[in-house]
């Protein structure tokens, strides 16, 4: 693994591959890293909606949000990896104050499904999502370890 500057915090994780990174002087984040160093075979996903198998969306922005990271999850078993070895998340939502109003539902459903890893997180409100019932569409990267 690469040498992290003295004035990096870096928090270790259950994989040795990854790890989060933390600025000199910066507060730790809650529920996301500032950055993430990884090392190894690199899983990407397209944008990742909220429907089920058959393309139905549930109601409601936490139920969408909990399908989506099945979905991701879904996609990570099929490349061999799991949750822990997620480095960055991209959310889209269509209403940022529906999202600000549900982060304690939103939060339970993440940790749920993808338990207590907080990798890198950016979170943007768009116009519309191309499938139109969709509340929220995230993008997902992982590392598998080497």
Not at 52 to 79: H, K, M, T, W
Request: hydrophobic share 45%.
């Amino acid at each position: 693994m690469t040498d992290i500057s003295p004035a990096l915090e870096a928090a270790p994780l259950p994989d040795a591959s990854r790890r989060d990174l933390l600025p000199e002087g910066w507060p730790r984040p809650r529920g996301y890293s500032n950055g993430v160093l990884a090392r190894g075979a690199l899983l990407v996903t397209g944008g990742v909606v909220g429907w089920d198998a058959q393309e139905r969306f549930p109601d409601g922005l936490v139920a969408q949000v909990r399908q989506c990271l099945d979905n991701i999850r879904a996609i990570l078993a099929s490349g061999g990896a799991e949750p822990r070895h997620l480095v960055r998340l991209t959310w889209y939502v269509t209403n940022i104050a529906d999202y600000q109003a549900n982060l304690k539902p939103i939060g339970a459903a993440y940790r749920d499904v993808l338990g207590a890893n907080y990798p890198a997180m950016a979170l943007v409100q768009v116009v519309r999502l191309v499938e139109q019932s969709a509340l929220v569409e995230i993008e997902a990267t992982a590392v598998l370890p080497d």
